[in-house]
């Protein structure tokens, strides 16, 4: 029983992810690469709500490793799943872990690149093109993949699962798509939190029995 409760209390990482993720982006709006539209750009990192929201995102991103931990150990002992609910787990984690160092620099040298730009400096916005574009971007995109990977693994051994509902599988799955595609469309990024935080309460309510 007290397994069970450290369990759960992993799980509502879910929850907490969900709630910080909604209103993180929901409190920052769409925010367009440089080379789209500089200037928007430029006003959306340096609005003083863009910090804050922010650091609601990256705690939205690193809370549910302990979430996705204790969903893996919730099914490790369930033979026909352990093993897929085992990599989802990985791939999630790792996923993750690559796109942190990305989602900083957004986070933190944005602001800064912007004011550069509004003084006159329109070198500065080139910086984070690269980073999104450039280089860098074959590990977003690695990143990327495998977190959506971890997800729909996850998704699967839950329904497969004996002990869980096969409806949070399915949220867990619709979350890593609309997560890693909203990106490039931002109702998809708000659909992503909202599901994440759905399958957290269900899951949180489930082990409460």
Do not use: C
């Amino acid at each position: 029983m007290e397994i069970k409760n450290r369990v759960r209390w992993t799980l509502s990482t879910f929850i907490f992810a969900g709630i910080m993720g909604l209103v993180g982006v929901l409190l920052r709006g769409p925010v367009p690469l440089p080379s789209v539209d500089v200037d928007a750009w430029a006003s959306a990192v340096t609005n003083n709500q863009y910090f804050v929201a922010q650091v609601l995102i990256l705690f939205a991103y690193v809370l549910p490793f302990m979430g996705f931990w204790g969903l893996y150990a919730s099914l490790s002992d369930q033979e026909n799943v352990e093993r897929i609910a085992f990599w989802g787990f990985m791939a999630s984690i790792i996923g993750t872990s690559l796109a942190i160092a990305t989602l900083g620099v957004f986070s933190y040298i944005s602001p800064v690149l912007a004011e550069n730009y509004l003084m006159g400096d329109h070198q500065s916005p080139e910086i984070i093109t690269q980073v999104a574009t450039g280089k860098p971007a074959a590990i977003n995109l690695l990143g990327g993949f495998l977190y959506l990977l971890g997800t729909l693994l996850l998704g699967i051994a839950v329904w497969r699962s004996n002990s869980q509902p096969k409806w949070i599988g399915l949220l867990l799955g619709l979350h890593g798509i609309s997560l890693v595609f909203g990106f490039m469309y931002y109702p998809l990024l708000i659909l992503s939190w909202l599901f994440f935080l759905a399958a957290g309460v269900w899951l949180f309510i489930i082990f409460r029995r």
